[in-house]
Nanobody, 125 residues
């Protein structure tokens, strides 16, 4: 059974940091890119970042995430992390871990084959 379990969300003040974790199980981890997407109320989900298992490839970041967020993966733990620094109120959203159809990130928004349940991130003073 495929599972993606997110953790690490919560509330933080502007300028603060959070690290999201996504633990995967039920599939061959190295066969799939893993992404983080987020959803604002009454809006479609938007991509935040994506990482594949190729050691030489570069992760994908949205324009908003570039320079502030860092995605990484630990194959031994079957876990993908999203380190979020310098958080802004506009980062407040539900964040979802997603399995991508294959082991590359191109067009990852359109190739999600499994979703985690999501975790809330709130940035507020």
């Amino acid at each position: 059974q495929v599972q993606l379990v997110e953790s690490g969300g919560g509330s933080v003040q502007p300028g603060g940091s959070l690290r999201l974790s996504c633990v995967a199980s039920g599939f061959t981890f190295d066969d799939h890119a893993i992404a983080w997407l987020r959803k604002f109320p009454e809006k479609e989900r938007e991509g935040v970042s994506c990482i594949d298992s190729h050691p030489r490839s570069s992760p994908y970041y949205s324009e908003s995430a570039e320079g502030r967020f860092t995605i990484s993966r630990d194959a031994a733990k079957k876990t993908v992390y999203l380190q979020m620094n310098n958080l802004r109120p506009e980062d407040t959203a539900m964040y979802y871990c997603a399995r991508i159809a294959s082991n590359y990130c191109s067009d990852y928004h359109a190739r999600v084959t499994w979703w985690g349940r999501g975790i809330r991130v709130t940035v507020s003073s």
